[in-house]
């Protein structure tokens, strides 16, 4: 059974770092895409950050230049750096990873970024 969770939530001032962690298991194949999603209360689930088996990466825009995305193979872990925080990416912060046709889903770690 694959499994991802995440870890390294918390809460940081703005300016401040995160570094989040998504460990997958059970696992016997490559994705082909892993990533993060974000929710904030009241809205929409979006996507945030997520790299290829070619190791292409995309971001959501008002996330580039802050944060970067980057993967260990060989640990099949993903990782989110994220610098200059602000408020507005307080959310709770989702691993996802997909080989079609399945799609997979962390239990979500919260990030909390006080003004």
């Known amino acids: 059974q694959v499994q991802l969770v995440e870890s390294g939530g918390g809460l940081v001032q703005a300016g401040g770092s995160l570094r989040l962690s998504c460990a997958a298991s059970g696992i016997t194949f490559s994705f082909s895409f892993i990533g993060w999603y974000r929710q904030a209360p009241g809205k929409q689930r979006e996507l945030v950050a997520i790299i290829d088996g070619g190791g292409i990466t995309n971001y959501a825009d008002s996330v580039k230049d802050r944060f970067t995305i980057s993967r260990d193979t060989a640990k099949n872990t993903v990782y989110l750096e994220m610098n200059s925080l602000k408020p507005e990416d307080t959310a709770v912060y989702y691993c996802?990873?997909?080989?079609?046709?399945?799609?997979?889903w962390g239990q979500g770690t919260q990030v909390t970024v006080s003004s």
């Open positions: 996802y990873a997909q080989r079609w046709p399945e799609t997979y």
